[in-house]
């Protein structure tokens, strides 16, 4: 599975869009792009996944570029309790491996 | 419908001791996982399970042992309990691999 690179840690203004870069630079055609966040101390909670398309449901948007080399989690109004570490995966869709964690990206939403 | 449960929520053990992790989940699901994370890490997967009856290796699996013998429950066993084995264990279950869903987890110190 390709890997990813996400930067440490980000701060962003409450109400304000918070926008989570990953760099997926090696993905190939069949590997999905995954998000996870885990907020202090719990387990972490899946938000949203994606292939090429822009994806948007209740707590997000994703954003793919059209190479597929990067994409942008997108939260439209960050509240406080969306302070998290959030993850990307690449990860293929069919495949039979479960998804592997990195680091992640630790956001802090600051009032 | 209590999701993922994990028993216990804390234990301390010494050098040298045994003990079994165990994970519940009441939604029929065919996967099962388990993590570990250490301060300021990612997640790192440790063994999982397909179904009833199968495990397969993660990334760490080294010192533990499991196994899923009904399909709601799998337990994560540590033979003889080793201070790098201090952690917090987080366990998940999924229809599939990229939607998991995690119990609150179980903070483990051996000492």
């Known amino acids: 599975d390709a890997k990813t690179t996400q930067p440490p840690s980000m701060d962003c203004a409450e109400g304000r869009a918070a926008n989570l870069p990953c760099n997926h630079s090696?993905?190939?055609?069949?590997?999905?792009v995954y998000w996870y966040r885990q907020i202090h101390s719990q387990g972490p909670q899946y938000i949203i996944h994606?292939?090429?398309n822009n994806e948007t449901n209740e707590m997000a948007s994703l954003i793919i570029t059209e190479d597929r080399k990067s994409s942008t989690l997108i939260l439209p109004h960050a509240t406080l309790r969306d302070t998290a570490v959030y993850y990307c995966?690449?990860?293929?869709?069919?495949?039979?491996?479960?998804?592997?964690f990195g680091k992640g990206t630790r956001l802090s939403v600051i009032a | 419908n209590a999701g993922v449960t994990q028993t216990p929520k804390f234990r301390v053990l010494k050098t040298g001791q045994s003990m079994t992790l165990l994970c519940a989940q009441d939604?029929?699901?065919?996967?099962m996982y388990w993590y570990r994370q250490d301060p300021g890490m990612g997640l790192r997967l440790i063994h999982y399970?397909?179904?009833?009856?199968?495990?397969a290796k993660g990334e760490v699996p080294d010192g533990y042992n499991v196994s899923r013998l009904k399909k709601q429950n799998f337990l994560l066993g540590l033979e003889s309990a080793a201070p790098s084995q201090t952690s917090v264990y987080f366990c998940?279950?999924?229809?599939?691999?990229?939607?998991?869903?995690f119990g609150p987890g179980t903070r483990l110190t051996v000492t």
């Open positions: 998940a279950s999924g229809q599939i691999h990229y939607e998991q869903y």
């Open positions: 090696t993905i190939s055609g069949n590997e999905y």
């Open positions: 994606g292939l090429k």
């Open positions: 995966i690449v990860r293929v869709g069919s495949g039979n491996t479960p998804l592997v």
């Open positions: 939604m029929n699901h065919e996967y």
């Open positions: 399970s397909v179904g009833e009856g199968t495990t």
